[in-house]
């Protein structure tokens, strides 16, 4: 799946930078890509070289972690997404096209880093390892004939656990709830056609050492909440439908760590169709692997993240929720997901 935005920019190399992948390192991650641009506007293409020194074919999976899902990923096509994939023969060398672009806030830098997942394809068609690298980013956004303003500190860090006490209970409002991000493509936003749900999901659990119940109870009761969204809205629908066999699946949830991409709690796959996960055992609490879950199933169904800490889509780890009697979504979250889904002209996921 790629998901497109409409942007005409103009291709500028990364100073020099450069990445080789070797057998037993990695160079060129010391560096941090720094790309200037203005607020409101797209700004040039900085594209990094990355050159495989091993002598096993390598596919490079990759993605923006950066404040506001301010990096974008530009094809030889000028097709715009959200993640990219190369595969590198020994020897050979591919390249990532990077573009900021932030047109909500106000000017200021974003930080962050570009994941980069490695994986080692053997002669047999069977995958090898898989190594996470990180390269550093910072992508500044002056206003028009204004200098770099700073991030407010406000968004740096906030005390999650205490923020919203006292508050009176949120009445569920219509239309797109503010702070919250959604892709768009020429004026409309992307999600799935209806026709294709409920998506079904079939959850991977070998080879993790915990019990099979744990994993079932942690799906079952995230595919409860969603559903549960859908079925007491206009829409009267299932998002998401546990299946038993992996041939049935939409969605395969792996619960290895192997799909991880650095420093990530889980990761959505979506043009893959696949959810990385920890296993339960890393997670502190099944209603914390519960609420990165839901997070990541948010994510297939083409929701972004929201800039409030409360939403379970914030883009940051929420404040621990241990128990899974008290997982939830807050009113924005159903909000956010209704008036996706009750959008009559929009541009479907993966076409």
Known sequence: MLLF????????????????????????????????????????TSTIPVINRSQQTLRVFARPHVDDDALYFMDKDGKTSLDYSLELKPGMSGVLSVFGFLNKGQARSCSGYLALAVTALKKDGSKGETRTL?????????????????????????????????KPKEKMKSGKP?????????????????????????????????????YAAVVERVVAIWNKVGRESPLNLDFFKIVLKASQADIRLDWTGRHLLPGAQGTAYPSDGLVGMRPLARYQGLGRAGETLLQELCHMLGVAHSEVSDDIMFHRARAYTYSLDKLGVTVRDKQMLIWLYSQQKYVPIGQ
């Open 134 to 166: 990180k390269l550093p980013v910072n992508l500044n956004f002056k206003a028009p004939g204004s200098i770099i303003a700073q991030k407010p500190a406000s968004r740096i860090e906030n005390n999650r656990t205490n923020e919203g006490a006292g």
């Open 178 to 214: 503010q702070r919250y991000d959604v892709v768009m493509y020429q004026g409309l936003p992307m999600r799935r056609n209806l026709s294709e749900l409920p998506l079904r999901i079939y959850s991977d659990d070998n080879n993790t050492g915990d019990t099979a119940a744990q």
């Open 5 to 44: 935005l409409a942007f005409a920019l103009s291709a500028a190399n990364a100073a020099g930078q450069k990445i080789e992948i070797f057998a037993n390192q990695v160079n060129g991650l010391e560096k941090k890509l720094v790309i200037n641009g203005t607020f409101g506007k797209s700004t040039n």
